[in-house]
C-alpha cells in the first residue's frame, strides 16, 4: 500500500511539472510570435519616417567612428533552453541586459547540446567559419563533423591583442570555461596561435560548474550520471526534441532550435525507422550522452572540471543565487510568492535531497547538506566557483572593497538572493537589482578593458 502511495505522488509530480514547463514554453513561444506580428502590423500601418532613419543612420555612423569600437565585446552566453540574439522574434534571453553596452553579443547556441559542442560553436560564431565539431568527437559520438556556416565572423580580430569578456548564465558559464581550455589546448584545426589569453575576463551569472542535484530529481540515474529513468520529466522532453526535429517544420525552427541540426534528425535524412531508433534509445544525442544534461550532473561536472583551469591572466567573478535559508537547522525555501511557477517544486526537493543510500556518492567527502542551498535549477555550491574535482582559487565578496583591486586568476563570487531565472526574460521581475547586477557587470569588464595597461580599481555597485 505504501508502494502504490510513493507512485501514485510521483506520477502526480510529474504530470504536474510536465504541465508547468509545457505552459511556460508555450507561453515564451506565444509571446514572441505575437510581439512579431504585433511589429508587422505596425510596419505595414505606421511606415518609420524616412527623415527619422536618415537620421538614424547618421547616428550609427557616428557611433562607428568612436573610440567604443575599440572596445573589447561582451558576449552574454546563455543557459539551457536559452537563445541567442535573432531567436524568438524580438524577446531577449538576458531580459535586454546587452542594450547596456554598444559591444554586447548575443550568440545563439544549441539549448540542449552538451557543453563540448556549444564551446566549438562559440567559437566559430566568433571566428567565422564553418563549425567544427572534430572529428574524433564526431565519430564518437554519431553525429556529422561540421555544422553551421558563419560567413563572416562576429569578431573575426579576435586574438590575444583583441580578447573578449564573456558573461555566462547557468550553463554559459560553464561553456566558456570548456572554450578558454580549448584555447589553451590549441583545438582548432588552422588556428594555431590560439591561447588562453584571448580570454580577458569570465563572469557567470547562476553558473553551473559543479554540477546539480536537480539533474537526477528530473531524471539522470545517479548511478552513472548519464542514463534516464524510464519514466521522468526528461524522457517526456527526450520524446519532444526527437518528434520536433524529425518533422524539421521550418518555421518553427526558425523561432526555435534544439541545437541538434548536426545529428540529421530530420524525416528527410534518417526517415521513418531512423525516428524509431531515436526514440528507442540506439541513435542520437540521448543516446551517446552528447547533450546538455549528462554534463550538469555532479559526475558529469567533474569529467569537466578535470581537464580545466583557471588561468593567471583571466578575471573572473561568478554570481551564485539562492532561494533558501536555514531555519532551525533545516534548509527550507523562503520568499515562497517570489519563486517562478517553473522552479516551485524543484526549491522544495532539491532543498530535502538524500543521495541513494545503495548508490555510491559522486565524489569522496560527499555531504547531502551541502548541496540543499538552491535556486530551483542549481545548488548554490555549485555556482560560487570550480571546486571539484579540485578547488580553485576564489574569495568571498562579502564587503565590496574585498576586492578592490580584481585580482586576475582567482574566482570572486558573491551570493545574491533569488531563483535561477530571477535576471533572465522578465526584467520586471527582478527590479532595481536587475540593473544593479548588470550594470556592475558591465562596469567592471570595462574597468578591465585591456590586459596590457594598468586596471583601475575595480568599484562593484553591488
Known amino acids: 500500500m505504501f508502494r502504490w502511495w510513493v507512485s501514485t505522488l510521483q506520477l502526480l509530480e510529474l504530470f504536474v511539472s510536465s504541465l508547468v514547463h509545457l505552459l511556460f514554453g508555450f507561453y515564451i513561444f506565444s509571446t514572441a510570435v505575437a510581439g512579431d506580428l504585433s511589429q508587422t502590423i505596425n510596419d505595414l500601418f505606421f511606415k518609420p519616417n524616412l527623415a527619422s532613419g536618415l537620421q538614424n543612420d547618421e547616428v550609427v555612423k557616428q557611433k562607428s567612428t568612436t573610440s567604443s569600437d575599440e ?23 538576458f531580459a535586454g541586459a546587452e542594450k547596456k553596452d554598444e559591444r554586447a553579443l548575443v550568440p545563439d547556441l544549441g539549448s540542449l547540446t552538451s557543453i563540448y559542442d556549444r564551446a566549438r560553436e562559440l567559437f566559430y560564431y566568433l571566428k567565422g567559419g564553418q563549425v567544427d565539431y572534430g572529428e574524433e568527437h564526431s565519430k564518437a559520438c554519431g553525429h556529422a563533423q561540421f555544422g553551421r556556416v558563419y560567413e563572416k565572423g562576429h569578431y573575426p580580430e579576435w586574438d590575444e591583442d583583441h580578447p573578449i569578456h564573456f558573461v555566462g548564465h547557468s550553463a554559459g558559464g560553464q561553456v566558456v570555461r570548456v572554450l578558454q581550455q580549448m584555447l589553451a589546448d590549441k583545438a582548432f584545426k588552422g588556428y594555431e596561435n590560439t591561447s588562453p589569453n584571448w580570454v580577458l575576463s569570465i563572469t557567470s551569472l547562476s553558473g553551473a ?14 548511478e552513472d550520471g ?12 527526450r520524446i519532444g526534441v526527437i518528434l520536433y526535429d524529425w518533422f524539421d517544420i521550418q518555421w518553427l525552427k526558425s523561432y526555435y532550435n534544439f541545437g541538434f541540426d548536426h545529428f540529421n534528425m530530420s524525416w528527410k535524412q534518417m526517415g521513418i525507422w531512423g525516428l524509431v531508433n531515436c526514440l528507442m534509445g540506439k541513435t542520437g544525442p540521448f543516446a551517446s550522452g552528447d547533450w546538455i544534461l549528462p554534463d550538469l550532473t555532479i ?5 569537466l572540471n578535470s581537464n580545466i583551469q583557471t588561468f593567471p591572466d583571466t578575471y573572473y567573478f561568478s554570481y551564485a ?6 531555519v532551525m537547522g533545516f534548509t527550507v525555501p523562503f520568499g515562497l510568492l517570489g519563486i517562478h511557477p517553473l522552479l516551485f517544486i524543484r526549491v522544495l526537493q532539491m532543498s530535502v535531497w538524500r543521495h541513494p543510500p545503495d548508490v555510491p556518492p559522486p565524489y569522496k567527502g560527499y555531504r547531502d547538506e551541502e548541496w540543499w542551498d538552491n535556486d530551483g535549477a542549481l545548488n548554490t555550491i555549485s555556482m560560487t566557483h570550480p571546486r ?14 574585498e576586492c578592490q583591486p580584481l585580482q586576475p586568476g582567482i574566482w570572486y563570487y558573491k551570493i545574491v538572493e533569488g531563483d535561477h531565472i530571477l535576471f533572465i526574460v522578465n526584467r520586471e521581475r527582478a527590479g532595481l537589482q536587475f540593473d544593479l547586477i548588470y550594470d556592475s557587470i558591465f562596469e567592471r569588464c570595462r574597468k578591465h578593458a585591456f590586459r596590457k595597461k594598468p586596471t583601475m580599481p575595480n568599484q562593484l555597485s553591488q
Open 71 to 93: 572596445l573589447p565585446p561582451i558576449v552574454l552566453v546563455h543557459g539551457i533552453f536559452g537563445f541567442g540574439k535573432g531567436k524568438l522574434g524580438g524577446l531577449s534571453y
Open 209 to 222: 560548474f559543479n554540477g546539480t542535484t536537480r539533474a537526477y530529481l528530473d531524471g539522470i540515474q545517479p
Open 226 to 237: 548519464k542514463s534516464l529513468k524510464p519514466i521522468c520529466l526528461l524522457q517526456l522532453c
Open 299 to 303: 559526475q558529469g561536472s567533474i569529467r
Open 321 to 326: 543565487t539562492k532561494q533558501t535559508r536555514k
Open 388 to 401: 571539484l574535482p579540485v578547488e580553485h582559487p576564489n574569495h568571498l565578496v562579502v564587503k565590496d572593497s
